[in-house]
C-alpha cells in the first residue's frame, strides 16, 4: 500500500464521519430517486430492477413513516403529517406502478421534493 493510497483512504474514513444527518438523508433519497429514474427508462425491459427500486422506495419510506409517527420526533406536526401522508401515498401509488396501473413520475417528484427541501434548509427527519 502507498502512502498515497493509505492518506486517501484515513481522508474517506474521516470524512464519512463527520457527514450531517441532513446530507445522509439527502444521499440516501438521492441514491434510491435516482434508482427509480434509471430502472423506469429501461422500459419493460428493466422492470425487474424498477421492482427492486421501488421496494427499496417503499422501505425508505416505511422509516420516513416510523419516524414522524414518533411522538418525540422534533419536526413540527403540521410536517410530520404531510409526511406521514406522502408516505401513504407512496406506498399506495408504488403499488398500482407495479400493476402497470400508474407512472412513476408521481414517486420521482415526491422524492425531488423532499430533496430539494433538505438542500434548501428544511429540517431533517
Not at 28 to 52: E, H, M, W, Y
Not at 68 to 85: G, I, K
Amino acid at each position: 500500500m502507498t502512502s498515497h493510497s493509505s492518506a486517501q483512504r484515513a481522508y474517506s474514513e474521516t470524512s464519512a464521519t463527520t457527514r450531517t444527518p441532513r446530507g445522509l438523508e439527502y444521499d440516501t433519497i438521492s441514491r434510491i430517486t435516482n434508482r427509480l429514474k434509471v430502472a423506469a427508462q429501461k422500459g419493460k425491459p428493466g422492470f425487474a430492477d424498477l421492482a427492486q427500486a421501488i421496494h427499496e422506495n417503499r422501505k425508505l419510506w416505511i422509516l420516513i413513516a416510523t419516524m414522524v409517527a414518533d411522538q418525540n420526533n422534533a419536526l413540527p406536526q403540521d410536517l410530520r403529517a404531510r409526511l406521514f401522508y406522502l408516505a401513504e401515498f407512496t406506498n399506495l401509488h408504488s403499488e398500482q406502478v407495479l400493476e402497470g396501473k400508474a407512472r412513476v413520475r408521481p414517486l420521482l417528484e415526491v422524492n425531488t421534493a423532499i430533496l430539494r427541501g433538505l438542500r434548501d434548509g428544511g429540517h431533517t427527519l
